[in-house]
């Protein structure tokens, strides 16, 4: 192989194009010695930006990820104990928790949880008439009353 032929082997296998199609970001992609993109390689990368309130976790991690434009990301949001999931805001805004995106922009998602406010059956306090009953019946016994017990 002569010099010159060398060159230009080198100098096509080294051309890069930029490409842009509905995402903000670029980024590179190798093409071939027609110009044109390399089999696979995604035209245009698109970031997803995922936060989480306090109360939870979310998969894929919060912070900034990059997809190919296109593709469908599946996000999932986990309460920790004594949290419940709310919603989602940002490019989403189900109650699911478990949701598919579809990267045809940049996108920012926040898994929004709050504190669970139901009772597993103790009693908070509050008086309502289910309970309004029991709660003056328990207000009229004694507050000590002993168990005495011969043997």
């Known amino acids: 192989m002569n010099y010159k032929k060398f060159l230009n082997a080198v100098s096509v296998a080294a051309v890069v194009v930029v490409f842009s199609v509905g995402c903000t970001n670029t980024d590179v992609c190798p093409v071939n010695e027609e110009g044109e993109p390399i089999s696979g390689c995604p035209t245009s990368l698109c970031t997803l930006t995922i936060a989480a309130t306090s109360g939870g976790s979310v998969y894929p991690s919060v912070g900034s990820h990059r997809y190919g434009e296109g593709d469908s990301v599946t996000v999932t949001a986990t ?73």
């Open 79 to 151: 309460a920790y104990s004594g949290y419940t999931f709310s919603n989602w805001s940002g490019a989403s805004s189900s109650t699911n928790a478990k949701i598919r995106i579809t990267m045809d922009s940049d996108k920012t998602l926040t898994a929004n949880f709050q504190q669970d406010t139901t009772t597993d059956g103790e009693d908070d306090g509050s008086l309502n008439k289910s309970n309004a009953k029991a709660k003056s019946q328990k207000d009229r016994r004694p507050a000590n009353i002993f168990k005495v017990s011969w043997k």
